[in-house]
């Protein structure tokens, strides 16, 4: 062989040697794809098996707090249309009967019962307790609560009354505290039951003007990640439902004294109807899932803030790996256009007051 010849197969072994190690990364990302989908599709296999049997709300109690009125009501009509027995808990009494009237009228069967119960859930706990004991010897044990009892107060926080601070966490906390200190007892002894916290974005992310309002209703998260995890082994399954603005009486009350940067952040996300947000936590809540949101702004929200808390599939807590980055990189916008918006509001009562001065 000469030399020539020598050199020239040196050089081609050279190549198909190198070649391979410039084909080595490629073959390593395939492996690893192939790796992740292989995982990912085992994981959606096995999260059935995982997740908490759903519960059938057909023959089922469901105790609905705050159910007079808004999304109480409407999800007390949801559970109804499926075959649930109901109690109505609420203060007024009026309004319980009619309350009454109109989910009777979603009945399938001529067994099914609604019964009115009037009491302050946030006052005394004795008196929840007596009351709850009372619907259970009527209609049984009680398969699913819904804490849907609360208030809402908006403005400025040095212009909200110190008393109203104190009002909306006995009402929004302590009176779901109440109901559900009533119930666990009978529900650990069976091994089985549903508690929702019926919360709101606004427990979520803290705006303008919700000062009062957001904590007495972030206080719900802390509440139910730990009871979760107390009651797991119970097969007991807590639901927090994060409802945007929804068209309810007591929304339309909120609105009379919402400050303008309050309207105008509210106003990017719109407003739900009762029944959408009822049919969307009701569905929630019997699968056993943890979070219950509604929309897209929704969805975003308790991605964002999942943090700590519980997952109720594999797949779940996935989604919420996959979709952070994104969502982040959203939210900041959000957050930027939310601060243009009250420094434009705080720019222009400013000017106004100048005008005002100068005439």
């Known amino acids: 062989m000469s030399s020539e010849e020598g050199l020239s197969s040196a050089i081609s072994d050279w190549l198909i040697f190198n070649s391979w190690w410039l084909l ?42 705050g159910g007079s009125s808004g999304i109480g009501k409407c999800i007390a009509m949801e559970c109804y249309k499926q075959g649930a027995f109901i109690t109505l808990v609420a203060r007024d009494e009026s309004k319980l009967v009619q309350a009454k009237k109109e989910v009777e009228k979603y009945a399938i069967n001529d067994k099914q019962v ?13 008196q929840v307790e007596s009351v709850i004991k009372q619907a259970q010897e009527k209609l049984g044990p009680v398969d699913m609560l819904v804490n849907c009892a609360g208030t809402s107060v908006s403005g400025k926080f040095e212009e909200v009354e110190v008393d109203r601070f104190r009002k909306l966490m006995e009402v929004n906390y302590l ?22 916290f019926v919360s709101s ?10 000062t009062a309002y957001s904590p007495s209703k972030f206080a719900l998260r802390g509440l139910a990640e730990s009871l979760q995890m ?4 119970y097969n007991i399954y807590v639901t927090v439902a994060y409802p945007p603005d ?3 009486p007591g929304l339309a009350e909120e609105n009379k004294t919402k400050p303008l940067e309050t309207k105008l952040i509210s106003e990017t996300s719109g ?24 929309g897209p702004d929704g969805y975003m929200l308790s991605a964002l803030t999942c943090g700590m808390s519980p997952v109720t599939s594999i797949t779940e807590g996935l989604q919420q790996i996959v979709t952070m980055g994104l ?33």
């Not at 739900?272 to 929630?284: G, L, M």
């Open 24 to 65: 080595l990364p490629f073959v390593m990302l395939l492996v690893i794809a192939a790796f992740i989908v292989a995982f990912v599709l085992l994981l959606y296999m096995i999260s059935p098996l995982i997740s908490p049997k759903p519960l059938k709300l057909n023959g089922a109690h469901v105790v609905v707090t």
């Open 201 to 210: 974005q606004a427990g979520q992310i803290g705006l303008f003007g919700y």
């Open 175 to 196: 009176g779901s505290v109440y109901p559900t200190r009533a119930v666990i007892t009978t529900m650990k002894e069976r091994r089985m039951g549903r508690i929702m």
């Open 114 to 126: 609604v019964l009115c119960i009037s009491v302050d859930v946030s006052k005394d706990y004795s």
């Open 271 to 294: 407003v739900c109807q009762p029944e959408q947000v009822a049919k969307i936590v009701v569905k929630d809540a019997v699968q056993g899932n943890f979070n219950s949101s509604v």
């Open 327 to 359: 969502f982040r990189t959203i939210a900041l916008f959000y957050l930027g256009s939310f601060d243009s918006i009250v420094r434009r509001c705080m720019i222009q009562r400013e000017q106004s007051k100048a005008a005002d001065k100068t005439e």
């Open 230 to 233: 107390e009651m797991k082994p």
């Open 246 to 248: 929804t068209d309810t």
